[in-house]
């Protein structure tokens, strides 16, 4: 009886070519090693999300600690600043605090756009661990500032190194990309979001706990915090010394250093970043397509984030949420997220999640109509809903399909610019939102936001 060979259908072109680098990497990449990888990947992304996520709920106290107590006189000049924003954008005066942790934020923002692509180059060329433990030990450094800023100044300093330092996330999406398969991809990038979903839901609920316990002390209460998230970051650093191995051989690194610094200095222009300017071996069918992909991946987190920002001032004034009600909106959509994402994202069909990632940005337009002309707690929590559905596919979906491009030397400085662009989003976006937000209203600023996501959707469809 005849033995019949059957090829994999992911190794077959539609003209019924072999395509086989496909099989080859398919064959390259044992299962077994590819899970204790994304193992490993997983729990050290979530014990840095711990750390990273528990400062956010205390924004509010520790700009009013600093209001009072800085001494380097940096905090006063900031404040005029905000409050000739909040002027600008017509802003009630209680939302000043709220503003400047919008300014924060989008300053930690900007400097990983800055930072991201020259992480991922320096790792395609030095490798992944090296430059992982480089991320890690600049984030624990930023913490231990934190626990010794006694003044505004510090507290500022601290913020810019950990921006600087923040490149673990786009190393992890290259990470995956050197263990997985094509077929496999996609439950690999599930699975950092994952990790973001649970990081999001458990570190606010800890940074909430010393926010209330904050009020009843008088001393620097926030050494506590610094503290725990510092020790978080440093048992990382151990964490993926011990654990973590190199996924890019030396074999597989094809630049040199001189290259590196090169194309790094030229993503420092967003021009730069949306045409991928230094990338080789390219045609220019795959340049087209990496470039919509990239523009639409800018535009679509412009306007999430802008949306994202102005959902606590919707809330407070519409719902009168406290802040205890507000992380319980947040934790909501953050199991809403995690449930989606580790039980049906991770399991999306390859070759599916263009597909699924324009769905999702088609799901986020009826949300915020419905968030934004909400007059009832049951309308906001159907449009929060529909908000955490399309979140769940739409980032992780899109990492998916930019991973597909490129050769493997070529796949930190790829991730890095892909996680720079969100970076410059995010970065710019909560001043567009406030801004059409205070302007407009909520009900037209959210419809306007999100009738503006077709723009990306469009655009990404276009793309091959």
């Known amino acids: 009886m005849p033995v019949v060979v059957r090829r994999k259908p992911e190794a077959i072109d539609k003209n019924h070519n072999v395509n ?43 700009v009013s600690y600093y209001r009072i107590n800085d001494s380097s006189g940096l905090f006063g000049l900031c404040e005029s600043k905000i409050e000739w924003f909040r002027v600008l954008v017509a802003a009630p005066p209680d939302f000043n605090t709220v503003l400047f942790g919008g300014l924060l934020g989008s300053v930690f923002s900007m400097l990983q756009f800055m930072a991201s692509p020259i992480i991922g180059g320096f790792s395609d060329r030095f490798g992944r661990k090296k430059m992982m433990l480089i991320s890690t030990a600049g984030i624990s450094l930023s913490y231990l500032i934190w626990v010794l800023s006694d003044n505004f100044t510090m507290f500022v300093i601290a913020r810019i190194v950990g921006g600087i330092s923040k490149g673990n996330i786009s190393l992890a999406a290259s990470i995956v990309t050197d263990v997985s398969s094509p077929k496999t991809r996609g439950k690999g990038m599930a699975l950092i979001g994952v990790a973001f979903s649970l990081g999001f839901l458990v570190g606010p609920m800890i940074g909430a706990a010393f926010s209330a316990w904050s009020k009843e002390k008088e001393d620097n209460w926030f050494v506590y915090p610094a503290m725990l998230a510092f020790l978080l970051s440093v048992l990382n650093v151990l964490y993926l010394v011990i654990f973590f191995k190199e996924t890019l051989p030396k074999e597989k690194r094809k630049y040199n250093t001189n290259e590196v610094i090169s194309q790094s200095l030229q993503y420092l222009s967003p021009a730069a970043l949306l045409n991928f300017s230094t990338l080789t071996n390219f045609n220019e069918s795959e340049k087209r397509s990496i470039r919509k992909i990239g523009l639409s991946y800018l535009i679509y987190l412009f306007l999430y984030s802008g949306m994202e920002f102005t959902l606590t001032f919707l809330t407070h004034l519409r719902f009168n949420f406290n802040s205890m009600q507000q992380g319980k909106m947040f934790l909501f959509i953050g199991v809403i997220m995690t449930i989606l994402q580790g039980g049906v994202v991770r399991r999306l069909k390859p070759g599916s999640e263009k597909l699924m990632a324009q769905m999702g940005l088609l799901v986020i ?31 992780p979906c899109m990492t998916t399909v930019v991973s597909k491009f490129g050769e493997v030397h070529q796949k930190g400085v790829i991730m890095g610019i892909f996680r720079s662009l969100g970076s410059l989003g995010r970065a710019l976006g909560p001043i567009f939102g406030s801004f059409l937000y205070w302007s407009l209203g909520p009900e037209y600023s959210y419809a306007v936001g999100g009738i503006l996501l077709l723009v990306p959707y469009y655009i990404l469809k276009s793309a091959n």
């Open 365 to 395: 337009i009826p949300s915020f109509i419905l968030v934004g002309s909400a007059q009832s707690l049951t309308t906001l929590y159907i449009g929060l809903s529909l908000y955490a559905l399309s979140t769940a596919f739409v980032v």
């Open 20 to 62: 086989k680098s496909s099989i080859d990497e398919d064959l390259e990449k044992p299962k077994s090693d590819e899970n204790k990888t994304l193992c490993i990947l997983f729990i050290s992304l979530l014990i840095d999300l711990l750390a990273f996520t528990l400062i956010l709920p205390l924004f509010p106290s520790l």
